[in-house]
């Protein structure tokens, strides 16, 4: 498998599972206003996911959904953050707005690509994100902002911090640190990141139900 | 969480009119502005919005008309029931002519 192929499939399986996973917040969110905004952005992911995809898929000679979905949970290149499960509002907004945080950086650097399809797809991808950081920036900084909502924030970052290091290579982490560091006003601990390449208990069952239907049909059904 | 309603308008297309979308409930305008773009702009169905508090729209839904002045009014006064009554009175009128209805 090739560098290119690798890169993009680290992409588009942490946009996949985080958007499965901020899925599970339908119809469940805590207001409705919020329920149809927290869906549309795991939509968005899932759309980026797929566009990643089909680049994969041709360079393979496979198709997007194959490659999305027939996978082993080993072959998956999803960050251990995007995996976790954790149905509970501070911690999904601390996974919101570190992984916005981190993949911004990423998108930064991928922008300037000399690979010109991969700095077009980037480009294409960040123009939505955009919406996604305000979103999640916007959250922290009303939680910040409460006497109930910090000290649970600060938990769920403090407890999320070493996995969002994880996102990024080793490059980009300092970034990441700064960034993170002046919007919160304080020092986060100095961690070990949780890397990519292993994988979170929860994913196995997370592709299980996300793969049921399409296992459920036969081989090379028609949808 | 306390949160106040913004009504929503939208322009579907440059030069067309502003209309009203619906509403949205935010905790401020930040949210609002979010949670708008997200239900009336993401489908590519608006050009613009405007997003205004409810407490700052002025509502007037009372409209004194006693004397009936029906002309003042867009749909006017209705012109079917004036000529019908025209018809019938010209046709009256033929009918009570001398050879009326008859002619060569």
């Known amino acids: 498998m090739s560098d290119r192929v690798e890169l993009l499939l680290t992409l588009a399986d942490d946009e996949l599972i985080l958007g499965w996973r901020n899925s599970e917040w339908t119809g469940i969110a805590p207001f409705l206003e919020e329920d149809v905004a927290f869906s549309s952005i795991a939509q968005n992911e899932i759309g980026h996911a797929r566009a990643l995809y089909e680049l994969v898929a041709r360079e393979l000679g496979s198709d997007a959904d194959a490659v999305a979905f027939d996978r082993a949970p080993d072959e998956y290149r999803s960050a251990p953050l995007v995996e976790l499960r954790r149905l509970e509002w501070a911690r999904t907004i601390a996974r919101h707005w570190l992984y916005e945080t981190a993949d911004a950086i990423r998108l930064e650097a991928l922008k300037g690509s000399d690979d010109a399809e991969l700095a077009g797809i980037a480009a294409k991808i960040d123009r939505e994100e955009v919406y996604h950081r305000i979103h999640a920036e916007m959250w922290v900084d009303r939680l910040l902002g409460s006497e109930d909502g910090r000290p649970r924030l600060d938990e769920a970052l403090d407890e999320l911090w070493p996995y969002a290091l994880g996102v990024l290579d080793d490059d980009l982490r300092p970034e990441l640190v700064a960034r993170v560091e002046a919007k919160l006003g304080r020092a986060l601990p100095e961690v070990e990141p949780v890397p990519r390449g292993r994988h979170e208990p929860e994913l196995a069952e997370l592709l299980g139900e996300m793969t049921s239907v399409r296992r459920s049909a036969p081989v090379g059904a028609r949808w | 969480m306390t949160t106040r309603v913004y009504e929503v308008f939208r322009r579907e297309r440059a030069g067309a009119a502003m209309q009203h979308a619906g509403s949205i409930a935010a905790p401020d305008p930040r949210f609002a502005e979010i949670y708008a773009r ?37 749909d006017g006064y209705s012109l079917k029931e004036r000529l019908k009554e025209a018809r019938e009175l010209a046709g009256a009128s033929l009918r009570e002519a001398p050879g009326g209805g008859d002619r060569p």
């Open chain 2, 38 to 74: 997200e239900q009336y702009g993401r489908r590519g169905e608006s050009e613009a919005l405007w997003l205004v508090p409810r407490e700052a729209v002025q509502e007037i839904d009372e409209f004194v008309d006693e004397f009936d002045l029906k002309y003042r009014r867009v």
